[in-house]
């Protein structure tokens, strides 16, 4: 009875971050384009800009990434975009990405290879 009643209060609390949101794990992968002198290092940084433009997250990523990032999700949708600034002076940026708590499919973000900005 007593693992029966704790599985159920799991599952209640489980359901309710998805229902009202809170810390969310999404993979972030991309690349950007090779730079004239690149060697593939870790020279750059991906970061997570919320609406307002504040940095939500940063990571130092290499020219190809994927890497986890947090984020507070709740169920209406907010959108971020990503930029990659690299020591090299290039700078790429996405457009927005819309994610919550809501869209399972959102906890990967395949940002494909970024722009220059």
């Known amino acids: 009875m007593k693992y029966a ?10 359901s309710g971050c998805a229902t009202f949101g809170g ?11 090779t730079g ?13 800009l919320g609406e307002g433009g504040n940095v ?3 990571k130092p990523v290499g020219r190809v990434f994927s890497v986890p990032m ?5 169920p209406e949708p907010k959108g971020y975009h ?3 600034q690299c020591r090299d002076g290039q700078r790429f940026e996405t457009s927005v990405f819309q994610i919550s708590s809501q869209r399972s499919y ?3 973000l395949d940002l494909g290879e970024l722009q220059a900005r």
């Open 70 to 74: 947090m984020v507070v999700a709740g």
């Open 23 to 33: 810390d969310m794990v999404v993979r972030v992968s991309g690349s950007v384009p």
């Open 82 to 84: 990503f930029i990659v």
């Open 106 to 108: 959102a906890r990967h």
């Open 36 to 48: 004239q002198s690149d060697d593939g290092a870790l020279g750059c940084e991906l970061s997570m």
């Open 5 to 14: 009643m704790a599985t159920i209060a799991g599952l209640a609390v489980l």
């Open 56 to 58: 939500v997250s940063s």
